[in-house]
């Protein structure tokens, strides 16, 4: 099993920036396809961006490609981050890391993750 902990949410106005971060600790972090995953109010927790288990190859939705970008350590720090630029009202969300042994970095599947963190709260006043 790998055990996630999410840091570095915070309340930001529109424009602004916000790099969350991931630690993971546990099995092999690189044996893992990792994720960022949000959840807005009255939605579903939705597939924000992805990153393999090497890290060159990444994946984002739509709705954050050109603003979000992911990363991930595998050589020191065992950290998956995630950085917010342009940051926009209806970012506001509890964001979620993910991370899934076998399956791919860009599976936008909820249900086919198998760890999760608990959670950070991201709030975007206008």
Avoid at 34 to 62: Q, T
Avoid at 88 to 107: H, I, L, M, R, S
């Amino acid at each position: 099993q790998v055990q996630l902990v999410e840091s570095g949410g915070g309340l930001v106005q529109a424009g602004g920036s916000l790099r969350l971060s991931c630690a993971a600790s546990g099995r092999t972090f690189s044996n893992y396809a990792m994720a960022w995953f949000r959840r807005a109010p009255g939605k579903e927790r939705e597939f924000v961006a992805g990153v393999s288990r090497s890290g060159g190859a990444r994946n984002y939705a739509d709705a954050v490609k050109g603003r979000f970008t992911i990363s991930r350590d595998n050589a020191t720090k065992n950290t998956v981050d995630l950085q917010m630029n342009s940051l926009k009202p209806e970012d506001t969300a509890v964001y979620y890391c993910a991370a899934d042994p076998q399956g791919t970095y860009y599976n936008p599947r909820v249900d086919e993750w198998d760890y999760w963190g608990q959670g950070t709260q991201v709030t975007v006043s206008s």
